[in-house]
Structures are given as C-alpha cells and as structure tokens.
C-alpha cells in the first residue's frame, strides 16, 4: 500500500504543481486583454471565455516590438524612449537597475551565470552552491588578489539568495552545467543529474 501511495505521489504532484504554475502564468498574462477596447474583447465577441488568449497577444505584442526594433526606425525610438526614462529622476534609478539584468540576462552578449562553484557558507566548514557573476571594477581596484561574484541561490526558490564577492582560490569550479545547478537547488538537492535521478527511480522500485 505505501508503495501505491508514494508511486501515485511521484507522478501526481508534479503534474499538479506544473498545471498550477501554468494556470497561475496564463491568467497573468489573460489580463493583457484588459489592454483592448471592449468591444474588442474576446470575451465580447465569442460570449464565451477562452483561457489563453493572451498568451497569443502577448506573443505578438513581443514579436511585434523585437520587428519594430530590428529596423533603423525602430533603434532611433528606442533610443529616444532610453534615454527618456533616464532622465526622469527616481525612474531611471529603477529602469537602469532592470534594463541592466534584463540584458546580462536575455541578450545574445550576457554573461550571466557563466559557471557553478562551490563556495564556503554559511560558515568555514559548509559548501553550497553558487553561480559565477562578475565583479566590477573598482571592487577589483580596492581588493588584495583575485576575487570573483558569486551568486548563492536559495533552495527550492533560485530566483532569491545572496551576492558576494569571494577569493578564487577559495572556490571550487563544478563540471556541472547551470541548468543541472538550477534542477539541484530546486529540488533541495534530491534531483541532481541524470544519474542520481535513475539512482533515485529504482530506490522507489
């Protein structure tokens, strides 16, 4: 009988918290169809609701704005709508702070999250997890050796954790790649690789 539980468990909880996520992710993004006139509402239209629609609109809008941007145009708007918002005071504190994650982050040219290391914390005889960032450069200029950002995230929620600034020699560099890294922390290290993922199925065989 627990054998049956556990097995039911394994396969319904993460089809339940992967329809969660996707429910919770495609409302947001339905109210995108708030942004519509009314009489231009689907809802209007068909006089019936269809879950998923703005995920469409949504797909447009984006793709819609990467053409617009692509073209000569399109940069000398952006380029006017950039530098706008930097001028705005307290606004451009918060665009700045965005616009520089959204680029290290999505941009063909980012650098974000480059390695997997190992770090000493929270204290001298503990490891966790960490991701390799950058280090700017007057950190650099007042450091003595060689020091590198470090990114150690939270477990099971990876998007929040803590920066800092350690001695290379004090890491140590994983073979591992960032999305195994990510898989690790959010499964509070049960799921790690392949590997120890197959280890893991037969143990509940």
Do not use: C
Request: charged share 15%.
């Amino acid at each position: 009988m627990k054998k049956y539980l556990l097995t039911g468990l394994l396969v319904l909880v993460p089809l339940g918290i992967t329809l969660w996520v996707l429910n919770l992710i495609i409302g947001m993004l339905d109210m995108t169809l708030s942004l519509l006139p009314s009489h231009w509402h689907p809802d209007e239209l068909l006089g019936v609701h269809i879950p998923g629609l703005g995920v469409i609109l949504t797909v447009v809008v984006v793709l819609t704005t990467g053409l617009l941007v692509r073209n000569v145009f399109g940069q000398r708007l952006l380029a006017y709508w950039d530098g706008l918002l930097r001028r705005i005071p307290f606004v451009n504190a918060i665009y700045n702070s965005v616009k520089q994650v959204s680029d290290t982050l999505l941009s063909d040219s980012g650098h974000a999250f480059r390695k997997v290391l190992l770090v000493r914390y929270p204290h001298p005889d503990a490891w966790s997890l960490a991701f390799l960032t950058s280090v700017p450069a007057e950190v650099t200029r007042k450091m003595d050796g060689e020091y590198v950002g470090v990114f150690i995230p939270t477990t099971p929620s990876p998007v929040n954790g803590f920066y800092f600034y350690v001695k290379k020699s004090d890491t140590i560099e994983l073979d591992i790649s960032v999305d195994a890294a990510f898989k690790a922390v959010i499964s509070m290290g049960v799921v790690t690789t392949p590997e120890n993922a197959a280890q893991l199925a037969g143990a509940n065989k």
